[in-house]
C-alpha cells in the first residue's frame, strides 16, 4: 500500500503527520506522504491519518 496526498485539497491541518509521522510529514505547510510502501507497522495508523483529515486529502491504494 502506497499513501498520497493531493496537494491541491490539503489545508496542512497538520493530523497525518501527528498521527502517523512516518508516513506523512509537512513540507511548507502541506503535507508530503512517504513515496515508499507503507511498511505493514503503520497501516493502521496511515488509515487512521486518511480517516482524520477533514478534507479527504489522503488516499491509500
Ligand atoms: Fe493536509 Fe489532511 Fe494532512 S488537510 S495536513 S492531508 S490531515
Do not use: Q
Not at 498521527?19 to 511548507?28: A, K, L, Q, R, T
Not at 512517504?34 to 488516499?59: F, H, K, L, Q, R
Amino acid at each position: 500500500m502506497k499513501a498520497f496526498v493531493d496537494e491541491n485539497v490539503c489545508i496542512g491541518c497538520e493530523l497525518c503527520a501527528g498521527i502517523c509521522p512516518e508516513v506523512f510529514s509537512m513540507d511548507d505547510g502541506i503535507s508530503v506522504a512517504i513515496t515508499e510502501e507503507i511498511a505493514s507497522d503503520d497501516e493502521i495508523a496511515a488509515n487512521d491519518a486518511m480517516d482524520s483529515c477533514p478534507v479527504n486529502a489522503i488516499t491509500i491504494d
